[in-house]
């Protein structure tokens, strides 16, 4: 019998339960919609619209631009990372990066275990300002040493470091750090469509 048999089926009573786990998350069946679990709460993830995908898909882009062969893997949206349990939190950043020497500790049949090394986050139209920056806090409580913000309206790059106050770039801005990706370099304006 797998591990999500039965779940699949009925879905309704996963739902009627006050406290989600990540086992029930991962079980959810693809075709429904996507979720974030933040302290066994269950939050709807909405797609994002077409600038949304192409700015994410242009973080993505610019992130493996910088990167040396072999020093980790850059991930895709619906990558779930599991950041806590008792209550369970699992969140998908739109872009992570996770360092080689952490990417052996990934089980192929559950969500990573541990924040990325970065993750990058893009405003989507229903989101405000405050609800973006209150996900990258998240990701640094968790342990995420550097995280992107991007808002698509303001055309600007925000970064988040457990370190220091959020540092905006403007369009014109270049961004660079070494912290988690020697030689990590992005074109602001390179993260918009024209």
């Keep these: 019998m797998g591990r999500c048999q039965g779940v699949e ?14 086992a029930q998350l991962a079980c959810l ?9 933040v302290r066994g709460e269950m939050r709807r993830m909405n797609p994002g619209n077409f600038t949304h995908g192409a700015i994410a898909s242009r973080a993505d882009r610019s992130v493996r631009a910088c ?12 990558t779930g990372f599991l950041l806590a349990t008792n209550p369970d939190t699992v969140l998908a950043p739109d872009v992570a990066f996770v360092r080689a ?4 500790i990934a089980d192929p049949e559950s969500f990573f275990p541990g924040p990325p090394d970065l993750a990058v986050e893009v405003k989507s139209p229903r989101d405000t300002r405050a609800a973006l920056a209150r996900k990258a806090r998240l990701w640094l409580y968790f342990g995420c040493p550097l995280v992107l913000t991007i ?3 303001r ?8 370190d220091a106050p959020p540092c905006q770039f403007a369009v014109t801005d270049e961004f660079r750090d070494d912290s988690v990706i020697a030689g990590l370099r992005i074109q602001v304006a390179d993260l918009f469509p024209s």
């Design 155 to 162: 055309r600007t790059l925000t970064v988040w470091k457990d």
């Design 67 to 78: 990167l040396p062969v072999g020093a980790g893997e850059v991930c895709a949206a619906d």
């Design 101 to 104: 020497e952490r990417c052996r």
């Design 29 to 37: 069946p693809s075709d429904r919609d996507r979720f974030e679990l």
């Design 9 to 22: 089926s009925d879905i309704m009573s996963i739902m009627s339960d006050p406290l989600f786990t990540a």
């Design 151 to 153: 808002d698509p309206t």
